[in-house]
């Protein structure tokens, strides 16, 4: 990650994940759209990426998303609007996206530990993901490994 002005920033393409930046505290996480000229630039919200056309039909998904599930958008875009020629950003860089991809992937299948079957000596079968380890060795799936108790 790396804090940058906003002349900076606004040179930055299309696809950054950002948040805006002050001394230690981080704004919501977003990804960068066109910039607007040296002046101002489209944003995709991440946390309030809920889909909608206006705001009125926003408010309505909010409340209804304290009942139901609502269907997010990252498709849909907004202008900041903030002309602050000091405002700083905290751009995220490759590095942190791959670990930060990861992180959401584990989120999507949570990494469980392996039911084993014992095979011969001291290796061992794990009906999860096909894998063989050493027993005791506390193997643990890799979350795109896993295969349907169907095989089990």
Known sequence: MKIITKKEFLEFPEGTVF???TPCNFGDLRIKGES???IDFYY??????????D????????????KESIEMDFNCQTRDGLFGDNQL??????????LFIKKLER???PIKKCTVIPTWADIVFCRNC???SILGSNHICSPAHHISDSYA
């Not at 705001?55 to 304290?66: I, L, P, Q, S, Y």
């Not at 950003?89 to 791959?98: C, T, Y």
């Open 44 to 53: 995709q919200p991440i946390n309030s990426a809920i889909k909608c056309n």
């Open 89 to 98: 950003f905290a751009v995220w860089e490759e590095k942190d996206l791959k």
């Open 19 to 21: 948040s805006k930046y």
């Open 36 to 38: 607007i000229g040296s």
């Open 130 to 132: 096909g894998e063989l």
């Open 107 to 109: 989120c999507l299948y």
């Open 55 to 66: 705001t009125g039909e926003f408010v309505d998904n909010c409340t209804k998303a304290e």
